[in-house]
């Protein structure tokens, strides 16, 4: 059997594209040690909340294909249902998580469903439209969603009787629920239930041929991306104590598949890099809103037509290069080979 | 015995345009089967209809005893009837190994009780890719594809295996390897159907030919008599002959 034969198995090339990205997360969570300003852990804060939805992002286009538009506004959902429950019925942080994981999730169905009958860009300018559809909903909900002003977050989020409301600890938590996430998905990559999905995103004539409903996958997709994005709503609503509709109309969702695609859909470390990245360019190199909006056109540009596998993916092929360049050892041309699954080597 | 598939008068019409016009084809248990057919004859439409792709217009299909008319792809699939396709396809972003594995994965009935092939590794050695297994689909060369396309078939345990020409753009060699494995197939316990127009071909891999054109099974029964029937030449060789 061919199996004994190769000295790492696949579940040992899954772990090692898993390792480096929960070292990071350590490390990131160490930097309250260096006592770092308050603005610097609000930043950080906000980025680890779209990481959160960048890996449900990452599910729905790094393995299956299908690219949102409109992921912004599931975890507007999210963010909604967590504000919604604390005003109406005094539910807390904790409470709030699941009950917005499932209200997101059946909304992430819902715009899922055309993706059934339409496909490429056609669907991505439907998932656009209900970005936009639901901040008009929102502006327009009266009291219930408090209009254009939005909604209020009182009441503290605390995690054994301690107050997670400082902002060090709400960093800490944050970076946990962000390990949960990469840990979520990549248990989702590396399972029969990953490799469904790209096959869904290599070939769907063939996956169907195969015995695989591609309807009911494809909606899964959207289901998974969709607990990722309310969860990572109930974070911002509650960090931020108060939500309003233009944060989850069009333009943070393209800055969110901006995100996922310059750090890498496909691979573990993608999300984590991608958030990261945009979150702290314009804090980096110092740029106005609008010098760092022309940035990151021109980023995306870039990372489509030359990396478009993301920085990721782009970086460490160019390091095995240069690798396979000096020792004169034979190595293999990374393009050609895989393990199980494909993308977890890289 | 009674046929393991049984397509009665079925039809499908594009528009104004009948591809099938009520054709009857009983495919018995452990037998291979070859349609043939000039272009345009109605082959893949037929195909197509039986494993979900087009709803047909009329007739019905039945498997081993249960009706399958218009079930969606994967429905048929799950049912016992694996299929490969025209052009040959494989998962071309992912390797050969995880091609193989994602089509024994949604496996429904264990259709295959004397397949020799038990995990995805035993498969790709019994189509001869077991060396490729690491590799991109992406990148195989053409036959080994066109053999890739026949293990994800395979993987999916069906009682019953439709070859939409699966020889096209093979040369004689990798033709012959074809053969050799198709050949097999019902000793394992897997009735194959075959689609192509190439004579040759057929004459080695079957002993029952029907015959389509313009919609309708013009001949159907033992592949000499099949050959040398003057409505079949005509079709083939334009009559007069």
Not at chain 2, 19 to 30: K, N, Q
Not at chain 2, 65 to 88: K, N, W
Not at chain 2, 222 to 234: H, M, N, S
């Amino acid at each position: 059997m061919i199996a004994g034969a190769q000295p790492n198995g696949p579940a040992n090339a899954a772990l090692r594209s898993l390792l480096p990205v929960l070292a990071v997360l350590v490390l990131i969570a160490l930097v309250p040690l260096l006592s770092p300003s308050n603005r610097f852990l609000s930043l950080a804060i906000s980025a680890g909340i779209n990481v959160i939805a960048l890996y449900g992002l990452s599910v729905l286009f790094g393995q299956t294909g299908i690219l949102s538009m409109g992921h912004a506004a599931l975890v507007g959902v999210g963010a909604y249902t967590a504000a919604i429950l604390s005003r109406d019925y005094g539910i807390g942080f904790w409470l709030a998580l699941p009950a917005a994981a499932l209200a997101s999730a059946v909304f992430a169905m819902i715009v899922g469903i055309p993706s059934l009958r339409v496909g490429g860009h056609h669907f991505v300018i439907m998932t656009f439209a209900f970005g936009q559809l639901l901040a008009i909903v929102l502006t327009n909900g009266g009291d219930y969603t408090g209009a254009a002003t939005g909604l209020d977050l009182t009441g503290p989020v605390t995690l054994f009787g301690a107050d997670m409301s400082d902002l060090t600890r709400y960093y800490l938590m944050v970076v946990a629920f962000v390990a949960a996430a990469a840990v979520a998905s990549w248990a989702i990559i590396n399972s029969p239930y990953g490799r469904t999905l790209r096959a869904i995103r290599e070939n769907e004539r063939l996956a169907a041929s195969l015995g695989i409903n591609v309807g009911r996958h494809k909606i899964g997709a959207f289901v998974v991306s969709g607990v990722f994005a309310g969860i990572s709503g109930v974070l911002l609503a509650h960090f931020l104590g108060h939500i309003s509709p233009t944060q989850f109309a069009s333009f943070p969702s393209i800055y969110l598949a901006l995100m996922v695609m310059i750090g890498g859909a496909r691979l573990i470390s993608g999300p984590l890099a991608g958030g990261i990245l945009v979150a702290f360019l314009p804090e980096v190199l110092n740029l106005d809103p609008v010098q760092s909006r022309i940035v990151y056109g021109a980023c995306l540009i870039a990372v489509i037509l030359l990396l478009p596998e993301g920085l990721i993916a782009g970086a460490v092929q160019a390091f095995r290069r240069l690798l396979a360049r000096k020792p004169k050892q034979e190595r293999e041309d990374p393009d050609t080979t895989c393990t199980t699954p494909s993308e977890a080597r890289r | 015995m009674s046929p393991i598939l049984e397509i009665r008068g079925l039809s499908k019409q594009f528009g104004g345009v009948t591809a099938l016009s009520g054709v009857d084809l009983a495919i018995e248990e452990g037998e291979i089967l070859g349609v043939v057919g000039p272009n345009g004859s109605g082959k893949t439409t037929l195909f197509n209809v039986v494993t979900g792709v087009h709803k047909p217009s009329g007739g019905s299909v039945s498997f081993r005893g249960h009706d399958i008319t218009g079930l969606a792809p994967h429905a048929i699939s799950r049912a016992g009837i694996g299929y490969t396709f025209q052009q040959a396809m494989a998962f071309a972003g992912l390797c050969v190994l995880e091609n193989v594995q994602i089509a024994g994965e949604h496996v429904r009935v264990n259709a295959g009780a004397g397949q020799p092939w038990s995990t995805p590794q035993a498969l790709l050695d019994f189509v001869g890719l077991a060396a490729l297994a690491d590799e991109r689909a992406g990148v195989l060369p053409f036959g080994s594809l066109r053999l890739l396309g026949l293990a994800l078939a395979l993987a999916t345990q069906p009682a019953l295996l439709l070859l939409d020409e699966p020889a096209a753009g093979l040369n004689d060699r990798e033709t012959a390897a074809l053969v050799g494995l198709v050949r097999q197939l019902p000793g394992h316990g897997i009735t194959v159907c075959v689609i192509d127009h190439d004579m040759k071909l057929m004459q080695m891999l079957c002993r029952r030919l029907a015959v389509l054109d313009f919609g309708s099974k013009i001949a159907d029964g033992p592949t000499g008599a099949v050959l040398a029937d003057p409505k079949v030449l005509e079709v083939y060789l334009g009559g007069d002959l």
